[in-house]
T-cell receptor, first 118, second 112 residues
Framework: GAVVSQHPSRVICKSGTSVKIECRSLDFQATTMFWYRQFPKQSLMLMAT?????????EQGVEKDKFLINHASLTLSTLTVTSAHPEDSSFYIC??????????????FGDGTRLSIL | AQSVTQPDIHITVSEGASLELRCNYSYGATPYLFWYVQSPGQGLQLLLKYFSGDTLVQGIKGFEAEFKRSQSSFNLRKPSVHWSDAAEYFCAVGLNDYKLSFGAGTTVTVRA
């Protein structure tokens, strides 16, 4: 079945560092990917919609300059948390929209990235 | 305003007992409805979905859900839970099949 790979699974870094998270669709092309943020014991909040070859669409309240999204190919979207601070610590999950018609799932989720800023 | 409500934050159930997780939504029209399961530190796995048609939907792992338009509900059920069903469960809705709003989640604990 379709798989979405998210890397790294966990990252710990110092405040002020920029962190890049990759989201890859392994066996299908994804023109649209989504980035979510999940706080402990809370639900997923959609941060942005990533469209291949165009600018991402950010949800209200999400800082575009803080969370840079690049979707340069049909199988890869990246989220860069710039100048990360402790309040950016969270679980980040990506998903890729599947339009192949071979799966009964409209989108496939990665396993998430646990970001901890010291 | 559009919203998804999962009234139960935490449910504890004995192994072999039945399970029902509640989900209510408030949308302008009948939305697309989903149930996802999340194991600790992992992404989400789709259990089942409802777009239209038969209001009783069968999913993976023995789960089913029933859409009730009059109650704006989409409750998830399983007749007999297994220890491996312990996880976080999210109800999600959307006006299409990909841009979703998630409920706050229900944590299911299974006791032996």
């Amino acid at each position: 079945g379709a798989v979405v790979s998210q890397h790294p699974s966990r990252v710990i870094c110092k405040s002020g560092t920029s962190v890049k998270i990759e989201c890859r669709s392994l066996d299908f092309q994804a023109t649209t990917m989504f980035w979510y943020r999940q706080f402990p014991k809370q639900s997923l909040m959609l941060m942005a919609t990533s469209n291949e070859g165009s600018k991402a669409t950010y949800e209200q309240g999400v800082e575009k300059d803080k969370f840079l999204i690049n979707h340069a190919s049909l199988t890869l979207s990246t989220l860069t948390v710039t100048s990360a601070h402790p309040e950016d610590s969270s679980f980040y999950i990506c998903s890729a929209r599947d339009l192949t018609g071979y799966s009964n799932q409209p989108q496939h989720f990665g396993d998430g990235t646990r970001l901890s800023i010291l | 305003a559009q919203s998804v409500t999962q009234p139960d934050i935490h449910i504890t159930v004995s192994e072999g007992a039945s399970l029902e997780l509640r989900c209510n939504y408030s949308y302008g029209a009948t939305p697309y409805l989903f149930w996802y399961v999340q194991s600790p530190g992992q992404g989400l796995q789709l259990l089942l979905k409802y777009f239209s048609g038969d209001t009783l939907v069968q999913g993976i792992k023995g789960f089913e859900a029933e859409f009730k338009r009059s109650q704006s509900s989409f409750n998830l059920r399983k007749p007999s839970v297994h220890w491996s069903d312990a996880a976080e469960y999210f109800c999600a809705v959307g006006l299409n099949d990909y841009k979703l709003s998630f409920g706050a989640g229900t944590t299911v604990t299974v006791r032996a």
